[in-house]
Protein backbone atom coordinates (compact mmCIF):
# COMPACT_ATOMS: atom_id res chain seq x y z
CA UNK A 1 0.00 0.00 0.00
CA UNK A 2 1.44 3.39 -0.85
CA UNK A 3 1.37 6.46 1.18
CA UNK A 4 1.92 9.84 -0.39
CA UNK A 5 1.86 12.92 1.95
CA UNK A 6 1.67 16.84 0.82
CA UNK A 7 1.80 19.66 3.56
CA UNK A 8 -1.04 21.89 3.62
CA UNK A 9 -0.18 25.30 2.02
CA UNK A 10 -1.43 29.06 1.64
CA UNK A 11 -3.35 29.69 -1.87
CA UNK A 12 -1.19 31.90 -4.10
CA UNK A 13 -2.92 35.42 -3.03
CA UNK A 14 -1.56 34.79 0.20
CA UNK A 15 1.99 33.50 -0.36
CA UNK A 16 3.24 36.84 -0.58
CA UNK A 17 2.41 37.51 3.09
CA UNK A 18 5.06 37.15 5.53
CA UNK A 19 3.55 35.67 8.42
CA UNK A 20 2.50 32.05 8.39
CA UNK A 21 -0.75 31.75 9.96
CA UNK A 22 -1.75 28.01 9.68
CA UNK A 23 -5.67 28.83 9.76
CA UNK A 24 -5.08 30.23 6.05
CA UNK A 25 -3.17 26.75 4.82
CA UNK A 26 -5.44 24.15 2.99
CA UNK A 27 -5.03 20.92 1.52
CA UNK A 28 -3.91 21.90 -2.12
CA UNK A 29 -2.44 19.78 -4.83
CA UNK A 30 -0.24 20.87 -7.71
CA UNK A 31 -2.27 18.99 -10.70
CA UNK A 32 -1.88 19.37 -14.65
CA UNK A 33 -4.63 19.03 -16.88
CA UNK A 34 -5.13 18.77 -20.47
CA UNK A 35 -6.78 18.14 -23.44
CA UNK A 36 -6.03 15.20 -25.56
CA UNK A 37 -2.90 15.78 -27.71
CA UNK A 38 -2.00 19.16 -26.26
CA UNK A 39 0.45 19.64 -23.41
CA UNK A 40 -1.03 19.37 -19.73
CA UNK A 41 -1.04 22.87 -17.88
CA UNK A 42 -0.09 23.56 -14.23
CA UNK A 43 -2.12 24.41 -11.68
CA UNK A 44 -3.05 23.91 -8.08
CA UNK A 45 -6.29 22.44 -6.74
CA UNK A 46 -8.40 22.58 -3.37
CA UNK A 47 -8.85 18.78 -2.36
CA UNK A 48 -12.76 18.86 -1.43
CA UNK A 49 -14.53 15.88 0.00
CA UNK A 50 -17.81 17.42 -0.27
CA UNK A 51 -17.12 18.34 -4.23
CA UNK A 52 -18.79 15.44 -5.95
CA UNK A 53 -16.25 15.55 -8.96
CA UNK A 54 -13.36 17.29 -10.37
CA UNK A 55 -14.79 21.42 -10.82
CA UNK A 56 -12.67 23.34 -12.85
CA UNK A 57 -13.51 27.12 -13.42
CA UNK A 58 -14.65 28.73 -16.71
CA UNK A 59 -11.35 30.02 -17.06
CA UNK A 60 -9.58 26.95 -16.51
CA UNK A 61 -11.67 25.24 -19.13
CA UNK A 62 -11.53 27.98 -21.53
CA UNK A 63 -7.19 28.16 -21.04
CA UNK A 64 -7.00 24.65 -22.24
CA UNK A 65 -9.87 25.13 -24.64
CA UNK A 66 -11.61 21.92 -23.29
CA UNK A 67 -15.10 20.65 -25.30
CA UNK A 68 -17.52 21.71 -22.81
CA UNK A 69 -20.61 18.98 -23.57
CA UNK A 70 -24.31 18.55 -21.52
CA UNK A 71 -25.99 21.21 -19.85
CA UNK A 72 -26.74 20.28 -15.88
CA UNK A 73 -28.22 21.81 -12.63
CA UNK A 74 -25.66 21.40 -10.10
CA UNK A 75 -25.00 23.17 -6.62
CA UNK A 76 -22.21 23.47 -4.30
CA UNK A 77 -19.91 26.14 -3.16
CA UNK A 78 -20.95 28.34 -5.76
CA UNK A 79 -24.79 27.99 -5.20
CA UNK A 80 -27.25 26.40 -7.58
CA UNK A 81 -26.42 27.10 -11.17
CA UNK A 82 -26.07 25.93 -14.59
CA UNK A 83 -22.84 23.93 -14.95
CA UNK A 84 -21.54 21.52 -18.50
CA UNK A 85 -19.59 18.71 -18.31
CA UNK A 86 -16.76 17.93 -19.81
CA UNK A 87 -13.53 15.42 -19.85
CA UNK A 88 -10.20 16.25 -19.09
CA UNK A 89 -6.95 14.50 -19.05
CA UNK A 90 -5.69 14.45 -14.92
CA UNK A 91 -2.49 14.26 -13.34
CA UNK A 92 -1.99 14.77 -9.53
CA UNK A 93 1.30 15.37 -7.50
CA UNK A 94 4.59 16.11 -8.46
CA UNK A 95 6.98 14.66 -11.43
CA UNK A 96 8.76 11.54 -10.66
CA UNK A 97 7.54 9.16 -7.95
CA UNK A 98 4.24 11.31 -6.84
CA UNK A 99 2.78 11.54 -10.19
CA UNK A 100 -0.29 10.34 -10.37
CA UNK A 101 -2.17 9.99 -13.68
CA UNK A 102 -5.60 9.39 -13.85
CA UNK A 103 -6.05 9.72 -17.64
CA UNK A 104 -9.56 11.16 -18.60
CA UNK A 105 -12.02 12.05 -16.16
CA UNK A 106 -15.00 13.67 -16.04
CA UNK A 107 -15.28 17.10 -14.69
CA UNK A 108 -17.90 19.98 -14.02
CA UNK A 109 -17.51 23.85 -15.56
CA UNK A 110 -19.84 26.51 -14.45
CA UNK A 111 -21.84 28.28 -17.05
CA UNK A 112 -20.96 31.56 -15.20
CA UNK A 113 -17.45 32.71 -14.32
CA UNK A 114 -16.79 33.26 -10.11
CA UNK A 115 -14.32 33.40 -7.85
CA UNK A 116 -13.89 29.35 -7.21
CA UNK A 117 -10.91 27.39 -7.22
CA UNK A 118 -10.30 24.10 -8.81
CA UNK A 119 -12.14 21.64 -6.73
CA UNK A 120 -10.81 17.88 -6.88
CA UNK A 121 -14.13 16.34 -5.79
CA UNK A 122 -14.46 12.01 -4.85
CA UNK A 123 -14.23 11.16 -8.29
CA UNK A 124 -11.24 10.82 -9.33
CA UNK A 125 -9.45 11.09 -6.22
CA UNK A 126 -11.34 9.41 -3.28
CA UNK A 127 -12.11 6.41 -5.50
CA UNK A 128 -8.41 5.13 -6.02
CA UNK A 129 -7.20 6.84 -2.39
CA UNK A 130 -7.88 6.85 0.86
CA UNK A 131 -7.55 10.97 2.13
CA UNK A 132 -6.41 11.70 5.51
CA UNK A 133 -6.72 15.10 6.97
CA UNK A 134 -4.15 15.97 9.15
CA UNK A 135 -5.32 19.27 10.45
CA UNK A 136 -3.83 18.91 14.13
CA UNK A 137 -0.66 18.95 13.37
CA UNK A 138 1.58 21.97 13.89
CA UNK A 139 2.48 21.65 10.00
CA UNK A 140 -0.79 20.84 8.81
CA UNK A 141 -0.73 18.21 6.13
CA UNK A 142 -2.79 15.13 4.42
CA UNK A 143 -2.02 11.92 3.09
CA UNK A 144 -3.35 10.09 0.02
CA UNK A 145 -3.03 6.06 0.86
CA UNK A 146 -3.76 4.29 -2.83
CA UNK A 147 -6.57 1.67 -2.29
CA UNK A 148 -7.39 1.05 -6.18
CA UNK A 149 -5.19 0.87 -9.06
CA UNK A 150 -5.38 3.90 -11.29
CA UNK A 151 -7.31 3.51 -14.54
CA UNK A 152 -4.80 1.86 -17.12
CA UNK A 153 -2.50 0.46 -14.35
CA UNK A 154 -1.90 -2.22 -12.31
CA UNK A 155 0.39 -0.58 -10.32
CA UNK A 156 0.38 1.41 -6.85
CA UNK A 157 1.41 4.83 -6.72
CA UNK A 158 5.49 5.00 -5.37
CA UNK A 159 5.61 6.37 -1.47
CA UNK A 160 6.78 9.49 -1.26
CA UNK A 161 7.51 11.65 1.70
CA UNK A 162 6.89 14.93 -0.32
CA UNK A 163 8.20 18.12 1.47
CA UNK A 164 6.16 20.34 -1.10
CA UNK A 165 3.95 19.48 -4.01
Do not use: W
Amino acid sequence: MSELTFPYRLPPGLRETAARDSSRLYPLLLIRLYKPGERPRSFEGLIDSGADTLFIPKRIADIIGLELRDRIVSSGVFERGICRTTKVGFIAGRMGAGRLDFGQVEATVPESEGDIPILIGRNPLFRHFEVIFKEYRENPAYSLIQKRPLPGTDEQASTVAASGN
